[in-house]
């Protein structure tokens, strides 16, 4: 019996590891398609704002939309049949990412500190922001880990999976409710930002300063963060599998 009772825990336990790990991927494939706003945009957006100001601005709206993919799983939960959590939970993992990912691009524009490099070295700093909760310290190389090898990748695999890890009972308000998922995503997508702004204050570059910079260039495939939230709904009654 005890031998029994531990093979089903290694099983659970390779099938959760599995299961991350798909999520992990799926993060990274969908960085590079999110689109992001570059300084010149956020200011003709926010006229007459200042950083600090605009900072504000795309936290709050992060925030919300963070929230709306809280507030539907927990909708979705409630029904008197629910849908199947797997596939929902996987959903509101990714959508809440990639919320928080276009967020972290948009303060490191706003505050002056865009990484060097193409689009994918940039996601890729981006990634590495968004699992160590930390600001990019764009003068120091050494924090900007944008090439993306094998044993690279299956790092920032192994960083991702530990923040999901990290986060995963804040990521299931399915358990409580719409509107204690909503607080709860909104709280953490803030929580998430302050510590983001309180590093890159310390290298921030003032907008007097900052030589011209290029357009950020657009992906060819662009992820539309409201897409995302669409697929909370996708699966209902097919299993518990992504896609």
């Known amino acids: 019996m005890r031998d029994k009772v531990g093979e089903g825990v290694r099983r659970s336990g390779s099938r959760a590891r599995a299961g991350l790990a798909y999520l992990a991927d799926r993060i990274i494939d969908n960085a590079?398609?999110?689109p992001v706003r570059d300084l010149q945009t956020l200011r003709r957006q926010f006229p007459g704002l200042g950083p600090e100001q605009i900072a504000d601005k795309l936290v709050a709206g992060a925030a919300n939309a963070s929230s709306t993919v809280g507030?539907?799983?927990?909708?979705?939960?409630?029904?008197?049949v629910p849908p199947a959590m797997p596939t929902e939970l996987a959903a509101e993992i990714t959508g809440v990412a990639a919320i928080e990912l276009k967020l972290i691009a948009e303060l490191h524009e706003v505050y002056g500190v865009r990484p060097p490099g193409g689009l994918k070295d940039r996601s890729t700093a981006y990634l590495n922001s968004w699992s160590g909760e930390r600001g990019i310290d764009v003068t120091k190389p050494s924090t900007i880990n944008s090439a993306l090898s094998g044993p690279m990748k299956q790092q920032l695999r192994q960083q991702i999976m530990k923040r999901m890890v990290r986060?995963?009972?804040?990521?299931m308000p399915f358990m409580v409710g719409a509107a204690v998922g909503a607080v709860m995503n909104r709280r953490d997508t803030k929580k998430?930002?302050?510590?983001?702004?309180?590093?890159?204050?310390?290298?921030?570059v003032p907008w007097d300063t900052l030589d011209a910079l290029p357009p950020l260039e657009a992906p060819a495939h662009p992820l539309e963060i409201g897409d995302i939230a669409k697929?909370?709904?996708?699966?209902?009654g097919e299993g518990g599998g992504t896609r």
Not at 71 to 80: D, F, K, T, V
């Open 32 to 34: 590079p398609r999110i």
């Open 71 to 80: 507030a539907g799983i927990g909708a979705a939960a409630m029904l008197p």
């Open 167 to 171: 986060n995963l009972p804040n990521l």
């Open 192 to 204: 998430l930002a302050a510590r983001i702004r309180a590093d890159l204050r310390k290298f921030q």
């Open 231 to 236: 697929e909370l709904g996708r699966g209902h």
